[in-house]
């Protein structure tokens, strides 16, 4: 039985799982559709002639990487016809995940949303290349490009994200203290702690999908609009609630409970020692990635 169990654990798409399910993720925005993604991955992995692969990880990849290409590409007027404003949902992430920077910032929910402005084939040689480090040929071959249009359209990519991207880096200790300093606000109800806390140009995107009344269906800008909101929104609450830190996509982020149950996960943008964008998603169709740490790996 030991044996059995530990030819089980072997098994290439088990060993790779984490590192699958984070280039799903990466390429869709999307807990459930990775999932989905490798459920069929699996079945095809379970199907091949393992005699023609010469590397179970490059094969794996390529093979996860065309499913999610498929979805994403299956799955555009869904997101066209969204109401209101789409994030990505929402992980719950251990805490080491910050100690990969580059992976920390590759499934950053303000990253993934700069990922969403690219097409789909950008966004999948972007991941490949800038987060796994992933060779031209074998992204060419994931993707179904030659070598050289490859390069091309990462170079485009990069230079499309980096555009985009929050300028300055912040280390992760100093995004936990501005985070902990708005929730202590927000919880004591200290209008100009908030205030001081929140860039005077913060936006606040919010993602209800339309199934939350009161939620905001349009980005917010500026700290009084986004404080005169929060406050509005806690005002007509006819019960307590409560905001906690939690890890999002591996940064300190929050989540809201109300009457017991979850509403929303938020996660944060620091810049200048201020949060300068708000993510909040409060689709419950969104929320279950929060149930359990994701099996995030590069």
Do not use: C
Not at 174 to 196: K, N, T, Y
């Amino acid at each position: 039985m030991s044996e059995a169990m530990g030819a089980v654990s072997e098994d290439p798409f088990t060993t790779h799982r984490g590192l699958l399910f984070t280039v799903a993720y990466e390429i869709l925005g999307s807990a459930a559709d990775a999932e989905d993604v490798l459920q069929e991955s699996w079945l095809r992995w379970a199907s091949a002639d393992r005699g023609d692969v010469h590397d179970p990880r490059a094969y794996l990849v390529r093979i996860v990487t065309r499913q999610a290409l498929n979805l994403l590409r299956a799955s555009s007027r869904r997101r066209e016809e969204y109401v209101g404003p789409w994030l990505p949902e929402p992980l719950l992430t251990t805490p080491d995940v910050a100690d990969d920077v580059v992976l920390a910032e590759s499934v950053s929910v303000a990253m993934l949303t700069v990922l969403e402005t690219l097409g789909p084939t950008e966004r999948a040689v972007f991941v490949l290349r800038e987060v796994f480090d992933v060779p031209f040929d074998e992204i060419a071959d994931a993707v179904g490009k030659a070598p050289a249009t490859v390069r091309q359209i990462a170079h485009r990519a990069r230079d499309h994200v980096a555009a985009r991207r929050p300028r300055v880096a912040v280390d992760s200790s100093e995004h936990d203290r501005v985070v902990r300093r708005f929730i202590a606000a927000l919880e004591s109800g200290d209008v100009q702690a908030l205030m001081d806390v929140l860039a005077p140009d913060v936006v606040s995107v919010t993602d209800s999908g339309g199934l939350v009344s009161g939620a905001a269906r349009r980005p917010l800008f500026g700290a009084e609009k986004v404080v005169a909101f929060l406050r509005g929104s806690l005002a007509k609450l006819d019960t307590t609630f409560e905001i906690a830190p939690i890890r999002v996509n591996g940064l300190l982020g929050a989540r809201i409970v109300i009457g017991g149950e979850l509403l929303a996960a938020v996660s944060f943008t620091v810049e200048g020692g201020r949060i300068s964008r708000v993510f909040s998603v409060a689709n419950p169709h969104k929320l279950s990635g929060i149930g359990s740490e994701a099996p995030l790996a590069r």
